[in-house]
């Protein structure tokens, strides 16, 4: 489909804390920091901290605002492909702590981005990430990480296998860092039918409140797609045709689900107030006929779903997806998949 169509890189930073940490308050805290060093590094005003992006004579061009804090100015009210963008656009990034695979204190901070342009610019955002952990406000409080190398991460088929493939330190596989979400989802193994998925971290999504059905999930799903390909992706215009047998086979399956409220919040320096992380958390089990959907379903693996994905909320999928990804930095080998 035209919409797996998005390209993608991923980068990895391994992270051990000089103090007990929850992995949970991490993504906020190199957020906000990542922040600061980027408006540091591009906005030319001494005053930068305190500055508002909003109405600024540089707001159309600023690689801080392309970068961190897109506008409706900045990414343009005319963008590809039916439909409009959203006033505040969604991030072309997501941050991720990945499940710690050595010592309790061992994290693995993974960086996403979305798009070619925003895939061109990976070095000012892997250094301000790299820079961040030496001074990291988490909550009301301030901790020392040391940083270790960092990884590019792609998808690569070997003899008709795909599988995951860490870069060495620094540098890049031959094949470049951005790869379609196509190539990614490849990678996945297959999901049986009536399989457990869940939210491994809080999802912000209103229309899962309640009673949702299964449309209602893959409407999202959609709709985070088209706004990644409308804003981020110049490769085509197309943001796919999803046809009336198509939702009626969406209204066929029956969402089972155990999705509950958690609380959540994180103290953030720069606004000085708690800002709301929680959201849903718990497990959703799809019965019927789920290979038509697939493809989306592990799209937002990789994307993410809901608000604040770049807080590290939103983080959806199975456990076989989580342990695929889940690999040794060191040796650089993955478990084999492949998406029917």
């Known amino acids: 489909m035209p919409l797996l169509q998005i390209r993608l890189a991923k980068f990895r930073i391994q992270l051990t804390a000089q103090t007990e940490l929850s992995a949970t308050e991490l993504p906020p805290a190199f957020r906000s920091r990542l922040g600061y060093l980027l408006?540091?590094?591009?906005?030319p005003y001494g005053n930068f901290a305190s500055r508002s992006c909003a109405g600024c004579d540089r707001e159309a061009f600023c690689l801080y605002v392309k970068l961190f804090a897109p506008t409706l100015r900045a990414v343009g009210t005319k963008c590809k492909g039916a439909g409009?963008?959203?006033?505040?656009?969604?991030r072309p990034f997501t941050l991720?702590?990945?499940?710690?695979?050595?010592p309790d204190r061992t994290f693995v901070l993974e960086l996403t981005l979305f798009g070619e342009q925003l895939i061109s610019f990976y070095r000012p955002m892997l250094e301000s990430l790299y820079h961040a952990a030496v001074f990291l406000p988490t909550g009301k409080k301030e901790v020392a990480l040391e940083p270790g190398a960092w990884?590019?991460?792609v998808p690569k088929q070997t003899n008709g296998v795909w599988r995951v493939e860490t870069s060495e330190y620094g540098a890049f596989?031959?094949?470049?860092?951005g790869h379609s979400l196509e190539d990614w989802i490849e990678v996945l193994p297959p999901v049986e039918n009536n399989a457990e998925f869940y939210f491994r971290t809080p999802v912000q999504l209103s229309r899962l409140a309640g009673k949702p059905g299964f449309p209602v999930l893959i409407q999202s799903v959609i709709a985070r797609l088209r706004d990644l390909k409308r804003i981020y992706c110049a490769s085509d215009n197309d943001m796919g045709h999803f046809s009336k047998q198509f939702w009626a086979k969406a209204g066929e399956i029956r969402l089972l689900s155990d999705l509950g409220p958690e609380k959540f919040e994180w103290y953030s320096h720069h606004r000085q107030k708690q800002i709301h992380l929680g959201g849903l958390t718990g497990s959703m089990i799809f019965k019927g006929d789920l290979m038509p959907f697939l493809p989306l379903l592990a799209a937002a693996f990789f994307t993410g779903m809901g608000r604040k994905t770049v807080y590290g909320l939103g983080r959806f999928g199975t456990h076989a997806w989580d342990q695929t990804l889940a690999f040794d930095e060191k040796s650089g080998t993955g478990r084999r998949g492949n998406m029917p």
């Open 39 to 43: 408006k540091g590094r591009f906005c």
């Open 84 to 90: 409009r963008v959203h006033q505040s656009p969604p």
């Open 96 to 102: 991720d702590i990945l499940p710690a695979t050595g």
């Open 151 to 153: 990884h590019a991460v």
């Open 173 to 177: 596989p031959a094949s470049g860092p």
